[in-house]
């Protein structure tokens, strides 16, 4: 490849999980929503999951301590960039998502999302006395 050739996708072009270019790599994708992910990432949304569960069960208030109320939030606040690409079909369409972070940046992506984590759970307070929240 010569310097003025770049390893951009084109537009029609489905990503890898893996994929990089320009000093990114693709983390997460899927339709509608990031459902697939690398191996570190997603064992860090089924914790993320397990835990906002377990809390939305047992009654806390997760708006007051500001939890991610789905997994797109959970990695766009851990550090992952979604990007949306439209597509459409003979009958539907959708909007696709790649989480892309920079080459080299895992262990702090690895850590804030230890950090939310943690933070959600040194701070749960139960409200039972109110109906769960739900985003």
Sequence with gaps: MSDDETDEPEDDD??????????????????DRPDCCVD????????????????EEEGYNLSALEAPCNVSEFVSVIGV?????PWTGSLI??????????????????AKA????????????????MPPTHC
């Design 14 to 31: 489905l990503l890898e999980l893996g994929f990089q270019s320009g000093g990114e790599v693709v983390v997460c994708m899927g339709d």
């Design 93 to 110: 369409s959708g909007t696709w998502y790649h989480g892309w972070i920079k080459i080299g940046s895992e262990r702090e992506v690895q």
């Design 81 to 85: 960039e979604l990007r949306a690409r």
């Design 40 to 55: 570190w990432l997603e064992k860090l949304v089924d914790e993320y999951r397990d835990l906002y569960l377990t809390l």
């Design 114 to 129: 230890h950090e939310l984590l943690g933070r959600l759970r040194r701070q749960a307070v139960p409200m039972r006395a």
